[in-house]
């Protein structure tokens, strides 16, 4: 394997991974990582970090903290997942992808122990962005949960500051189908005597966080109860304004002289050229409107269909897409009536079939047709819709990737 492309096949089609294969890729646990950061020589140790977590909001919290600490003169390095089009948008500093050489090197040098200890994709990939972080001589990391959070593989970070941006019902079939037992996987980043700041205040979970932060000694944020300025970000759609008030909230937690209000004003209104984030809201075209949007449950998309009826238009196109083990019903139950649905299947092994989709659109009577592609769905709609018409894209970070 000399080439970019032929590490890059091997990681994708030798590693088990979750957001291609779902369930059976799912390796819960932090023995592999600490064995193998054992192995690496504890890269993690090396650098200053931020900790993420959360249902919803917690890759644009991660991007707009990332902004704010850009602005600042911090030099920061930013893991996230999944990506849209490439593998190296996990891996950024400053905003900068990491170097394609750097992942054929390190896939190159360590291969033999990856198919030894049988990691996962993400536990390498994880591995991979430590050991870089560690090699750059950065200022922060900002690490974003991949699921969950007590048994995540990036939960082996102990951070300067934690943060839980918000609970809701996803990934129950790992994390438990309670917002008490989602709550107690994602409470399980808070570490002894680490500051953690909670985006949103939920009545029903409010105990379970603050009776860990007691137990460990940490103080606790609630991002809602504080008064802060209220900051405009190049991130659009309502529910920024959440993730703006927890990211601002964090910010202020860190308690870092050199940032000045300027840093987080720019820095919020600076997050997409400054980490290249992409799928939040993202406007592809004016006429007809045109969004892409990797929001993909229930929570989310009560969001977005609060921010399709702001915005003034004539017809509605939807096209969608999703992975499975997504509880469609709570989804369908909020989709728009007056709307035309363009359904397909993202190209990944855990795609939803579109006929389960269709099943589900003739139960609530939505008016909806089953393409072969994410692509030709797309087109479609851009073929149907007229200039004043609104054409809505996402259900998936993976249907979102397929037209960008």
Not at 184 to 191: D, L, P, R, S, V
Not at 262 to 287: F, I, Y
Not at 311 to 318: A, D, E, S
């Amino acid at each position: 394997m000399d080439s970019y492309e032929e590490v890059r096949s091997w990681l994708y089609n030798q590693l088990p991974m979750y957001q291609q294969q779902g369930a059976v890729a799912y390796k819960p646990g932090l023995k592999k990582m600490k064995d193998f950061m054992t192995y690496l020589g504890n890269p993690h140790k090396n650098f200053t970090s931020i900790h993420v977590a959360g249902t919803n909001g917690k890759g644009s919290t991660a991007h707009m903290i990332t902004s704010v600490l850009m602005e600042a003169g911090c030099k920061v390095g930013l893991y996230t997942s999944p990506h849209l089009k490439d593998f190296t948008e996990r891996i950024r500093i400053n905003g900068i992808a990491i170097e394609t050489a750097y992942v054929v090197a390190f896939v190159q040098k360590y291969k033999s122990y990856f198919i030894d200890a049988q990691l996962s994709f993400f536990e390498l990939t994880v591995g991979m962005s430590f050991e870089y972080f560690s090699s750059q001589n950065i200022d922060y990391a900002v690490v974003e949960v991949g699921l969950g959070g007590r048994l995540d593989a990036t939960n082996i970070i102990t951070p300067v500051l934690s943060v839980i941006t918000n609970i809701g019902f996803d990934h129950t079939q790992f994390l438990g189908n309670t917002l008490v037992s989602i709550a107690k996987e994602k409470a399980g980043i808070i570490k002894e005597n680490v500051p953690v700041v909670i985006g949103e205040t939920q009545s029903e979970i409010v105990s379970v966080f603050q009776e860990r932060s007691s137990l460990l000694k940490a103080t606790i944020t609630f991002a809602d109860a504080k008064e802060v300025h209220l900051h405009q970000s190049d991130l659009k759609g309502l529910y920024q304004s959440k993730n703006i008030q927890t990211a601002v909230v964090a910010v202020n937690e860190l308690g870092l002289d050199k940032i000045k209000r300027e840093h987080v004003a720019s820095g919020l209104l600076k997050v997409v050229s400054n980490t290249n984030l992409k799928g939040r809201w993202q406007v592809l075209r004016d006429a007809p409107y045109v969004v892409a949007d990797v929001t993909h449950n229930a929570p989310g998309f009560s969001y977005v269909v609060e921010q399709i009826k702001k915005i003034p238009h004539r017809g509605l196109h939807l096209v969608l897409g999703f992975v499975k083990e997504k509880d469609l019903v709570s989804i369908f139950e909020i989709l728009p009536k007056k709307a035309i649905y363009y359904f397909s299947a993202p190209n990944i092994k855990r795609a939803e079939k579109v006929s389960t989709l269709i099943k589900h659109a003739e139960n609530y009577k939505l008016q909806a047709r089953a393409y072969k592609t994410i692509d030709i769905a797309y087109k479609s709609a851009l073929k149907s819709a007229g200039y004043e018409d609104f054409i809505y894209v996402g259900g998936s970070a993976f249907v979102v990737a397929e037209i960008l």
